[in-house]
């Protein structure tokens, strides 16, 4: 399954037009949460550079405290047997790339199974390698007062 869930990778073939460097970040950023839908923890890891950095802005307002969950920990908890999807869902992405750095703010949603649990933005840094690009650092915020799209909502 981590075949499928892949970033896009740097060869194409059979005359295939390569994605743009917007369109293969951008999907980069969905095997990300592909992967965290599937429970992957195999697809996570590969999106990830080796000095990735997760972090989150929390606190009241416009001031924050900043919290980091290491990588392998997270890896490793997408990966643990759940009885409620992990779904975080996306919209108005904003993609931004010189050369072989690029920068995603991604507004998003999280569904605890079919429960929202919080939204905020993800701000997100990756890196081209060889095989594709890879995210460098991710910073999140979460709240619990976002306004969604009705698209990426979740019916109940």
Not at 19 to 47: K, N
Not at 103 to 110: G, H, L, M, Q, T
């Amino acid at each position: 399954m981590a075949g499928a869930l892949s970033p896009v990778a740097s060869a194409q073939s059979d005359g295939e037009r390569a994605p743009t460097a917007e369109a293969a970040v951008r999907a980069t950023i969905d095997a990300l949460f592909d992967g965290m839908r599937a429970g992957d923890s195999t697809a996570v890891r590969e999106v990830f550079h080796d000095g990735t950095r997760l972090h989150t802005a929390v606190g009241p307002g416009d001031t924050a405290g900043v919290s980091r969950t290491p990588v392998d920990a997270f890896v490793e908890s997408v990966g643990q047997p759940r009885e409620r999807v992990w779904d975080e869902r996306t919209w108005d992405v904003e993609v931004r790339v010189d050369g072989p750095l690029a920068s995603a703010w991604v507004p998003y949603v999280f569904y605890l199974g079919d429960e929202r649990s919080h939204c905020g933005v993800n701000a997100v840094q990756l890196v081209r390698q060889g095989d594709g690009w890879r995210i460098l650092q991710l910073t999140d915020t979460r709240r619990q007062d976002c306004d969604v799209p009705a698209e990426v909502q979740k019916s109940r």
